[in-house]
């Protein structure tokens, strides 16, 4: 039969998981994954996702957005560990997984509170020059 344990014991595992991320982005008060290190040069790449089918209905559609975050570390800087445990064994476990904050699962939405902003003039050129330097190349119309 093989090694094997109650699927009841990996949704705990997975709870306890979720209830333990959830409780660090409180304590910390922003949410970055929990092997993300301290003392690091950090680059992230957001974009959003969309699916949308239909074009009459919101069935089936998503919105969303997709955050990637790369550490850069270096010989001279290879950050520092933050310590945080993955799964908090101090907290009981529990069969539900905790709701997450207000703050993060309803965002207000930005817009523009003025009607008519302050556009600086555009300086040089809107179109870019497809020649190259020293004349090498083609030049493309």
């Known amino acids: 039969m093989g090694l094997s344990i109650p699927y009841d014991r990996v949704l705990a595992i997975s709870t306890d998981l979720a209830n333990s991320v959830t409780s660090l982005f409180e304590e910390e008060g ?26 009459t209905t919101a069935h089936d559609s998503f919105h969303g957005t997709a955050i990637s975050l790369v550490q850069h570390p270096t010989t001279s800087s290879e950050g520092s560990n933050r ?20 703050a993060y699962t309803h965002v207000q939405p930005a817009f523009l509170q003025v009607k008519d902003p302050l556009v600086p003039p555009v300086v040089g050129n809107l179109k870019p020059s497809f020649s190259t330097p020293q004349g090498i190349g083609k030049k493309y119309e």
């Open 30 to 55: 922003v949410v970055c994954p929990p092997k993300l290190c301290k003392g690091i040069f950090t680059t992230s790449g957001v974009d959003n996702i969309e699916h949308n089918p239909s074009a």
């Open 83 to 102: 310590g945080v445990p993955v799964i908090n064994e101090t907290t009981e476990s529990q069969r539900k997984i905790a709701q997450l904050p207000k």
